[in-house]
């Protein structure tokens, strides 16, 4: 059986950039005895560009789109000032003339992009972290159609989804264009920082057409060895900040007791104790020693009165 029309094909655009002009083409094959009826080109179901080389003029346009006369031929459809609105699906029909009338029909999608007017945006993120800290950022790609695809890489190695906090497309109701915003949730380690520092980098694409980054710098945040030695109050006063946790400061005997490795007790008692037994010794020398006084004046006198 011999079929006069065989091998159509369409070249459709996957994105254009709104604004761009897209190249639509239709290619086909017939067999030596057949020509070709009409080809019909579609957007959606609604036609918008039809040749007809038996007719006069051979070539119509409808409404549905802008379509470059000029440009535009049996083969090769050029639709001009593009909108986000005629994105779609476009169908090249090719149909061959009597006695066949066969009739194929080809179809592609094509999407017209409106990229973000910036750069995405950082946000959420500290100047420095240690390792063990959590770090918590978000990447936005504002006022686009589709919403920008966004990925995250830390020291340009891509992080891995489940690292992601995934948020739904934000639209403007008055424009209609989406904003896109990924989020990044990372426990800190000492080995993400090269040199001290780590780098984080946010991409938004969309397609081939629109592709930007950003970056964020972050500084590993050491902390500080504080100094160990107790010949010194001021040492003594920094090591005590770090082991009272309570909010109360202890008495300065608690503090250096307890900073030396034990626990003293705090009343009074042993020093009064001495001070009262010394005082009691004394009182008891006075006496001894009046009552040694006394009786060596009664001693003289009774010798006295003897003589």
Request: overall charge neutral; proline content about 6%; some cysteine.
């Amino acid at each position: 059986i011999s079929v006069g029309l065989r091998n159509v094909r369409v070249t459709v655009p996957t994105a254009v950039r709104k604004g761009d002009s897209a190249h639509l083409f239709c290619d086909y094959e017939l067999e030596d005895k057949e020509r070709l009826y009409s080809i019909k080109w579609y957007k959606g179901k609604r036609e918008f560009y039809r040749y007809t080389p038996q007719e006069k003029p051979s070539m119509k346009v409808f409404t549905a789109v802008d379509v470059e006369r000029s440009l535009s031929n049996e083969s090769n459809v050029v639709i001009k000032a593009l909108e986000t609105n005629v994105s779609g699906k476009y169908s090249c029909e090719v149909s061959a003339d009597a006695p066949s009338f066969h009739t194929m029909i080809v179809s592609g999608d094509m999407e017209v992009i409106e990229p973000p007017p910036e750069k995405p945006s950082i946000t959420g993120l500290q100047s420095r972290y240690q390792p063990g800290d959590i770090l918590r950022g978000n990447c936005t790609s504002i006022n686009s159609k589709p919403p920008a695809n966004l990925t995250w890489t830390i020291n340009d190695v891509p992080i891995i989804p489940q690292y992601y906090k995934q948020y739904r497309p934000i639209k403007d109701t008055h424009t209609g264009l989406d904003t896109a915003i990924l989020g990044i949730n990372i426990l800190v380690a000492h080995g993400h920082f090269i040199k001290g520092k780590l780098k984080l980098k946010c991409q938004a694409t969309i397609h081939q057409i629109y592709d930007e980054s950003s970056e964020w710098y972050v500084e590993e945040d050491r902390p500080r060895i504080l100094a160990t030695g107790s010949s010194s109050g001021h040492n003594l006063n920094q090591i005590n900040q770090h082991t009272v946790y309570d909010g109360e400061l202890p008495d300065q005997t608690d503090m250096y007791l307890t900073v030396n490795g034990y626990k003293a007790d705090k009343s009074p008692t042993s020093s009064s104790s001495a001070t009262q037994h010394v005082g009691a010794y004394v009182k008891v020398g006075w006496i001894a020693f009046y009552i040694c006084t006394i009786c060596t004046v009664l001693l003289y006198s009774l010798r006295v009165g003897i003589s």
